[in-house]
C-alpha cells in the first residue's frame, strides 16, 4: 500500500532535511508515528498526501508514485485515495459544520452526496457529540469540537488512507479516547490504512505498530517543522 525508499526531502532556504531510507505499510495496517516535536512527522504524512514531493526517492502509494504525478493529478489522487485529519484541521469558514463534513462530496465529483451520505454525515457528527451542531457556523466552535469536525470529514467518504495529524490535540481523555477508536474501527471496517501522527504514548497499543521517527533520521533538522 504504501513504500517509500529513499527518499529525501528538504524545505527551500532552510537546514531542514528529512531522510527515509526504507519504510512499507501495508493495507490495513494501523501506525502510529511517534517522536519529537520539528522533526518531520508532519512533514512525512504530507508527502505521503501529495501535497509536498520529495527532492529525490520514490515515494509509492496505493499503486502511484507520486513523484511522477503532477499537481493536478496529486490532487485527484489526494481527493480519491486520502482522508486527512489536519493539524490545523483546514475547516472552511462561512460554512457550517455539516457542509464541512460533506465538502469532500461538494469538491470531488466522482462520489455521489445522496440521502444515505447526508445520513451517514449526521450519524459520524452524532458518535462525536457534534449531533446538536451541524448547524453552527465553524467559529461559534471551541477547538476540539472543530478538531473532531475535522475527523468526520476525513473519515465520511470512505478512503483507502486515513492520516491524522495529533487528532487528538486540543481534546480532553474522554474525546480523545472516542477520536482514537472511531478512527481505528473505521479502518478495520474498510480496510483502509491508519497512519497516525501523535505524542500521546497512552494510545499506542490501539496499533498494530509503533514508529519512534528519529530511527530513520541521518540527520535531526534544526528548523521548526513538524
Not at 7 to 33: C, H, M, N
Not at 176 to 188: H, K, S, W, Y
Request: include cysteine; aromatic fraction near 6%.
Amino acid at each position: 500500500m504504501i513504500q517509500i525508499e529513499n527518499l529525501d526531502f528538504s524545505y527551500a532556504e532552510t537546514e531542514f532535511r528529512l531522510r527515509i531510507p526504507e519504510l512499507s505499510i501495508d493495507q490495513g495496517e494501523k501506525v502510529a508515528i511517534a517522536g519529537p516535536s520539528g522533526i518531520g512527522k508532519t512533514t512525512l504524512l504530507r508527502l505521503l498526501a501529495g501535497i509536498l514531493v520529495a527532492n529525490q526517492g520514490r515515494v509509492q502509494v496505493a499503486g502511484h508514485d507520486l513523484s511522477h504525478l503532477n499537481d493536478s493529478a496529486r490532487r485527484r489522487f489526494r481527493i480519491s485515495k486520502i482522508g486527512f485529519v489536519f493539524q490545523d484541521f483546514e475547516l472552511v469558514e462561512y460554512l457550517n459544520v455539516r457542509e464541512n463534513i460533506l465538502l469532500p462530496f461538494m469538491i470531488n465529483t466522482s462520489q455521489r452526496l445522496d440521502s444515505a451520505k447526508r445520513h451517514a454525515a449526521d450519524e459520524l457528527a452524532s458518535s462525536l457529540g457534534l449531533a446538536d451542531k451541524l448547524n453552527r457556523p465553524i467559529h461559534q466552535l471551541s477547538r476540539g469540537e472543530q478538531q473532531r469536525v475535522a475527523v468526520c470529514r476525513a473519515l465520511l467518504p470512505g478512503p483507502r488512507i486515513l492520516l491524522a495529524d495529533e487528532p487528538t490535540g486540543g481534546l480532553d481523555v474522554a474525546n480523545g479516547d472516542r477520536v482514537i477508536e472511531i478512527l481505528t474501527q473505521n479502518a478495520d471496517q474498510t480496510g483502509a490504512s491508519l497512519i497516525c501522527v501523535t505524542h500521546d504514548l497512552g494510545v499506542l497499543d490501539r496499533f498494530d505498530r509503533a514508529i519512534q521517527f528519529t530511527a530513520f533520521l541521518a540527520e535531526a533538522p534544526s528548523s521548526g517543522a513538524n
